[in-house]
Nanobody, 125 residues
């Protein structure tokens, strides 16, 4: 069993930065791929970024590539999402998720087994 708790959300002006954290419980964190997804009001949950169990591979949605950076610290059971050059369209609830790392399909929400409760990110124009 893995429990995930996100933090770091808030209100920021366009062009600003935020760093989200996701703290995981459980002994299997270091063997799991981690993803960040987001959901805006009235929209489906969408993929933002993912990272392999070792941190050696990262994946990004085109909409965030070059602005967001995902990283992990397996010693701290924590995954991060550094968000720079934020835009109003980045406004959403951000969720972290965990799954066994069998490779591929990191962008599909249904492939993840565990989810956090989400943290709100609001970007004002």
């Amino acid at each position: 069993q893995v429990q995930l708790v996100e933090s770091g959300g808030g209100l920021v002006q366009a062009g600003g930065s935020l760093r989200l954290s996701c703290a995981a419980s459980g002994r299997t964190f270091s063997s799991r791929a981690m993803g960040w997804f987001r959901q805006a009001p009235g929209k489906e949950r969408e993929f933002a970024a993912a990272i392999s169990w070792s941190g050696g591979s990262t994946y990004y949605a085109d909409s965030v590539k070059g602005r967001f950076t995902i990283s992990r610290d397996n010693a701290k059971n924590t995954v991060y999402l550094q968000m720079n050059s934020l835009k109003p369209e980045d406004t959403a609830v951000y969720y972290c998720a965990a799954r066994r790392d069998y490779g591929g399909n990191y962008y599909i929400p249904s492939r993840y087994d565990y989810w956090g409760q989400g943290t709100q990110v609001t970007v004002s124009s």
